[in-house]
């Protein structure tokens, strides 16, 4: 039988190509996408993957989808936590809104996901989550406390979580991206963009494929060992 995914934020960017190497290896997909109705319908006439609307950051809402997505295609077996917003500035500029925004749909994101699949998985004695950090929760980032905080707890939420799923055959990883060329890193201003590639040593941004090959190994069928990690993919920028 396929395993059914979901991929939160699974139509563009990252998360895009994570849907369609999940579907090119026999997994049944669903996308999940909070806003860009029209990126999403195309997304699902280009790929044959269909996609659902809620957004992350409502508890409610990621409870619902998964029970949309399981009545529709099955009992959900993998989650990747991929969606993720930036609201960028320094502490001094940043508003509160700015900082709860990306703590309850970067951060929040995951638990709300986890709560509406983990226990299926669990009662079924098989799961897979990929949660997406960040090299920037990792090593910092000027102008994103918010950013870096959630993504910096993503990576404890990974851990704590692949404790409680270990022993019921439900893996828990992250991986932490480094500058993908995405329309998220591509409205970083030029300059300072251009500052960041020249301290990568593979001297290039990555590509939003190179990540999705790294959750095909994490959600593989024989990656059971695997399990409370963080997979690095970043061209060398930050060696943790
Ligand atoms: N270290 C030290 N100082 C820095 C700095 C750094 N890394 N970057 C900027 N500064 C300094 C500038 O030199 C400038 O100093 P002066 O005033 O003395 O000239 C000052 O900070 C500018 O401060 P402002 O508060 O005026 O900054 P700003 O409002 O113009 O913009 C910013 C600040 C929004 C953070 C902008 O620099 C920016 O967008 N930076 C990029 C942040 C980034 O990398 N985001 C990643 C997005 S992609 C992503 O997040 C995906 C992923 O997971 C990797």
Redesign the pocket.
Known sequence: MARVAIVTGGTRGIGEAISVALKDHGITVAANYAGNEERARAFTERTGIKSYKWDVADHQACLDGVAQVEAELGPVDIVVNNAGI?R???L??QTWEQWQEVIDTNLGGCFNMAKAAFPGMRERGWGRIVNIG???GQAG????VN?AAA?SGIHGFTKALAQEGARFGVTVNAIA???IDTD??AA??PD?LAK?VAKIPVGRLGKAEEIARGVLFLTGEDSGFVTGSTLSINGGQHMY
Request: charged share 10%; aromatic share 12%.
């Open positions: 930036t960028d500035s320094t001094l500029k960040s090299i920037n980032q000027y102008g994103q950013y993504k991206p480094g500058y998220m890193v970083v201003p300072v960041i």
